[in-house]
């Protein structure tokens, strides 16, 4: 069984910095995609950023420049360092990611349960 363990949300004022985590526990074999997600009150949840392990990264046009996800497959734990934080970055991220668990043949789609982040002066 795996779970994703998101962190590192919280309140901070515009041009403000934060760094979210997602850390695999279980019987994570192999990571093969990581994606953040946010959802921002009354929208629907909207691609951020992913990451393919080993491979490209990709970002929505409203982060790019601004946020960076990165990986640290050694703790199985992939981050999106935010910075120059706007009000319309408001909302609850999430964690998913396509995992390979140990044993399996097949790999499945994990979601964590959000951090909600706030950009308000």
């Known amino acids: 069984q795996v779970q994703l363990v998101e962190s590192g949300g919280g309140s901070v004022q515009p041009g403000g910095s934060l760094r979210l985590s997602c850390a695999a526990t279980g019987s994570v074999a192999t990571i093969l995609f990581t994606a953040w997600y946010q959802q921002a009150p009354g929208k629907q949840r909207a691609l951020v950023a992913a990451?393919?392990?080993?491979?490209?990264?990709n970002y929505a046009d409203s982060v790019k420049g601004r946020f960076t996800i990165s990986g640290d497959y050694a703790k199985n734990t992939v981050y999106l360092q935010m910075n120059s934080l706007k009000p319309e970055d408001t909302a609850v991220y999430y964690c998913?990611?396509?995992?390979?668990?140990?044993?399996?043949?097949?790999?499945?789609?994990?979601w964590g349960r959000g951090t909600q982040v706030l950009v308000s002066s």
């Open positions: 990451i393919t392990t080993g491979g490209p990264t």
């Open positions: 998913n990611a396509v995992i390979k668990d140990v044993g399996s043949n097949a790999p499945t789609s994990y």
